[in-house]
């Protein structure tokens, strides 16, 4: 199975060179790797430029965002078999390929191979997998395309990532891609990607924005390629969680930044939407006064999700 990799880069500076040594190191070799420099104003470029493998297709443009950027990279790869869009600061572990290749090898219907994946020094968290279109209208199910090979036949038939959304465009074209198909499973835990989380990441500059999740949802809920394939009242239900989902998200996040009165509206509303026993206990020890689990590797950061 030959392999096309697109790696996204924007100001990342030595922390590129990092992922593109994990996918030129990987156990599977037969690939292409297309590196799409979206207009950097660091030394991005330079060091793209400084790794020697035939493998390499690298692309400079100016700054478009990182959904133009995949689809550019995307266009400039080679026949392939199966696509995996990897962010320029996470790391694939070495036998990332391999795994999900033989997952895909041994499930013909599936789009997609799915992987474990972990964020800085967290637990690894497994990819769920099977019929993903249901979940995957509530929320995104995956940390980034970095832990998902997808079958070149699914990329070309689901098109493009939607260029007018530089939030959840990730989670928008996942929820397309599931209109096609399953998600196999690559076996064992550990994880085949490594998520680096910086706090000038796009996760954490639009996290608490409302308006971010509100032109991702109106993307997903509003095609009615993704939709119209179920009754009216499941869609309907499936929105209204939703916007739970991404109300507890604000709120999480605005938690973590220490804006408590803020955060405890959205987790409220949120609560009142879609009520689960976990959400409601974390949202009472967030009320305490100063008792709120957030802080130092409390609770609340491993089990907010």
């Given at each position: 199975?030959?392999?096309?990799v697109?790696?996204?880069?924007?100001?990342?500076?030595?922390?590129?060179?990092?992922?593109?040594?994990?996918?030129?190191?990987?156990?599977?070799?037969?690939?292409?790797?297309?590196?799409?420099?979206?207009?950097?104003?660091?030394?991005?470029?330079?060091?793209?430029?400084?790794?020697?493998?035939?493998?390499?297709?690298?692309?400079?443009?100016?700054?478009?965002?990182?959904?133009?950027?995949?689809?550019?990279?995307?266009?400039?790869?080679?026949?392939?078999?199966?696509v995996?869009?990897?962010?320029?600061?996470?790391?694939?572990?070495p036998?990332?390929?391999?795994?999900?290749?033989?997952?895909?090898?041994?499930?013909?219907?599936?789009?997609?191979?799915?992987?474990?994946?972990?964020?800085?020094?967290?637990?690894?968290?497994?990819?769920?997998?099977?019929?993903m279109?249901?979940?995957?209208?509530?929320?995104?199910?995956?940390?980034?395309?970095?832990?998902?090979?997808?079958?070149?036949?699914?990329?070309?038939?689901?098109?493009?990532?939607?260029?007018?959304?530089?939030?959840?465009?990730?989670?928008?074209?996942?929820?397309?891609?599931?209109?096609?198909?399953?998600?196999?499973?690559?076996?064992?835990?550990?994880?085949?990607?490594?998520?680096?989380?910086?706090?000038?990441?796009?996760?954490?500059?639009?996290?608490?924005?409302?308006?971010?999740?509100?032109?991702?949802?109106?993307?997903?809920?509003?095609?009615?390629?993704?939709?119209?394939?179920?009754?009216?009242?499941?869609?309907a239900?499936?929105?209204?969680?939703?916007?739970?989902?991404?109300?507890?998200?604000?709120g999480?996040?605005?938690?973590?930044?220490?804006?408590?009165?803020?955060?405890?509206g959205?987790?409220?509303?949120?609560?009142?939407?879609?009520?689960?026993?976990?959400?409601?206990?974390?949202?009472?020890?967030?009320?305490?006064?100063?008792?709120?689990?957030?802080?130092?590797?409390?609770?609340?950061?491993?089990?907010?999700?």
């Amino acid at each position: 199975m030959r392999i096309g990799v697109v790696i996204p880069a924007y100001n990342l500076g030595a922390r590129l060179t990092g992922a593109i040594r994990s996918v030129l190191e990987q156990s599977h070799r037969d690939l292409a790797v297309a590196v799409v420099d979206d207009g950097s104003t660091d030394e991005t470029l330079a060091l793209a430029r400084s790794q020697r493998d035939a493998r390499l297709i690298l692309i400079s443009q100016p700054n478009q965002g990182v959904s133009a950027a995949r689809n550019r990279g995307l266009a400039a790869l080679p026949p392939v078999d199966a696509v995996l869009f990897l962010d320029g600061d996470d790391r694939l572990a070495p036998d990332a390929l391999a795994r999900l290749c033989a997952a895909l090898a041994a499930a013909p219907d599936a789009v997609a191979a799915v992987g474990p994946s972990r964020t800085g020094n967290a637990r690894p968290r497994p990819a769920p997998g099977g019929a993903m279109l249901e979940a995957l209208l509530i929320g995104n199910r995956y940390v980034n395309g970095g832990q998902m090979l997808i079958r070149a036949g699914a990329v070309a038939a689901v098109g493009g990532f939607h260029p007018g959304l530089r939030f959840g465009e990730d989670w928008e074209y996942w929820a397309r891609l599931a209109c096609l198909g399953p998600f196999a499973v690559a076996q064992g835990a550990a994880p085949v990607l490594h998520v680096e989380s910086r706090a000038e990441g796009a996760y954490r500059r639009h996290a608490t924005d409302p308006q971010a999740f509100r032109a991702c949802l109106v993307a997903i809920h509003g095609n009615p390629a993704i939709t119209a394939r179920l009754p009216s009242a499941r869609r309907a239900t499936l929105r209204r969680r939703a916007e739970a989902e991404c109300a507890w998200i604000i709120g999480r996040e605005l938690l973590r930044a220490r804006r408590q009165g803020a955060a405890l509206g959205w987790m409220a509303r949120s609560v009142a939407a879609a009520p689960r026993p976990k959400r409601i206990g974390l949202l009472a020890l967030a009320c305490l006064p100063r008792g709120w689990p957030g802080a130092r590797g409390g609770p609340f950061r491993e089990y907010a999700a």
